[in-house]
């Protein structure tokens, strides 16, 4: 394919198709946070592969380790027979990641995909308790399989099971409700009371920053109170860090910051170092129950990210890669709050934290226009939330200063010009 044309993906592709239409050219080449397509035009990239792309586009020393695999005839394919590759992943991540945070965990492989540790880590959850029920949250996202979809709260994206979606209560999520102290009583109450019509969970799963749900991030005493109250009922805590996770957040786990620790965790997306799928879920020793094979999958076995993935690991040997990130996201906090002060009639507030932040705007489309603004201008960015009301920054967390300014100089210039043409006057 040499010319920049979206006729062949109109003509033979699913009408599923979803980012093609947001971000409308054929791309052909990418490194660190730039994305060129077949025209050779440079787009800075803020969406980082919706958080598979922590580290950025062909990482020069993954990619290395990678190819010097491939030529070695390393085997690629072992569902989860033991390989070299698979156990260097395992040393490195106990060694580097969980032995230094004082994390217990056993390291499962479901399918490579986010949805398929969430999967498994509900099926888990039930067996273990031999309780059917799982308390989500509003507005959480969890994946796009019926299990996933039954804990998420996106009306349109239930709606695509085409079937009920059982075995789940939801309850209020960080600041959903006004008074945020009343939401936790209200949990409380409707677990203990027998007439609530709530059947006491096997697990609640939950998110510590909702990407898809428009970048709520939970505050660390509500987290820290969620945790109590599964503890003192003998509840699972399974944490999704499928997104938020892997360094996105400035920690390693998004959840390190409120000193928790999860019964069951999710790692998907980023997790492969290089955009290859993998999935682990990460379950406390207590509750490996699973029988041989009663979880599988045919590609749990990727070779090929269990070299990426150790690769990864590497920048986390020291804290100098979670340093820059905690830096660079004070910056984008400043930026965005000052887009908010500046432009008031957009009616923004801020949203998130880390490298995934954002701002909501009231006026109906006006995040839609923003990205699309972007996208013109040479910046890939999404939008989030129940409405698209979000506009989200999803740099990855590798990126350079001169990256992060052009970026941001970019929707700057996009916030401008849908302000204008939105005729949203300015103070």
Not at 115 to 123: Q, R
Not at 166 to 171: K, P
Not at 191 to 207: C, M, Q, R, W
Request: with cysteine.
């Amino acid at each position: 394919m040499t010319e920049n044309n979206l006729s062949i993906f109109e003509k033979h592709e699913s009408e599923v198709r979803s980012y093609v239409r947001g971000f409308p050219t054929v791309f052909h080449k990418a490194k660190g946070y730039k994305l060129w397509d077949l025209d050779n035009k440079e787009y800075i990239d803020f969406f980082s592969g919706a958080g598979a792309l922590n580290y950025g586009h062909n990482d020069e020393n993954m990619k290395k380790k990678m190819i010097e695999y491939i030529q070695e005839d390393g085997v690629t394919h072992s569902l989860d027979m033991a390989s070299k590759a698979k156990g260097e992943f395992l040393e490195k991540f106990h060694e580097i990641i969980l032995k230094p945070r004082n994390l217990d965990y056993k390291v499962m492989f479901p399918g490579p995909t986010g949805a398929n540790t969430v999967e498994s880590a509900l099926k888990l959850a039930r067996k273990v308790t031999g309780r059917t029920n799982i308390v989500s949250f509003t507005k959480g996202f969890h994946g796009m399989t019926i299990g996933a979809l039954s804990v998420t709260g996106n009306a349109f994206k239930r709606a695509g099971a085409g079937m009920p979606l059982n075995n789940a209560t939801s309850m209020p999520y960080d600041n959903f409700m006004d008074d945020t102290e009343e939401s936790l009583k209200y949990i409380e109450k409707m677990l203990d009371n027998s007439g609530s019509g709530v059947d006491k969970p096997a697990a609640f799963i939950l998110e510590t920053v909702q990407g898809e749900g428009g970048l709520n991030a939970a505050r660390m005493e509500w987290l820290q109170s969620i945790e109590k109250i599964c503890r003192d009922r003998d509840i699972l805590l399974i944490i999704d860090d499928i997104q938020a996770g892997v360094g996105r957040t400035g920690t390693f786990f998004s959840f390190e910051p409120a000193g928790i620790k999860p019964d069951i965790v999710c790692l998907s997306k980023s997790i492969g170092g290089y955009g290859t799928p993998l999935a682990l879920t990460l379950i406390h020793p207590d509750f490996d129950k699973f029988a041989p094979g009663e979880h599988n999958g045919t590609f749990r076995g990727n070779n090929l990210a269990f070299v990426t993935a150790t690769e990864a690991l590497n920048y986390w040997k020291d804290d100098s890669l979670e340093k820059n990130v905690q830096e660079k996201s004070k910056r984008m906090e400043e930026f965005l709050n000052g887009l908010i002060k500046k432009y008031p009639n957009m009616k923004g507030s801020h949203r998130g934290r880390g490298f995934m932040q954002g701002i909501a705007s009231e006026v109906d489309g006006f995040s839609d226009k923003v990205t699309e603004k972007c996208f013109e201008q040479g910046l890939i960015m999404e939008t989030a939330g129940p409405d698209d009301e979000v506009f989200k920054l999803f740099p990855p967390i590798t990126i350079d200063d001169e990256g992060l300014d052009k970026g941001l100089s970019i929707i700057e210039k996009a916030v401008e010009k849908v302000v204008s043409e939105k005729n949203l006057v300015t103070s």
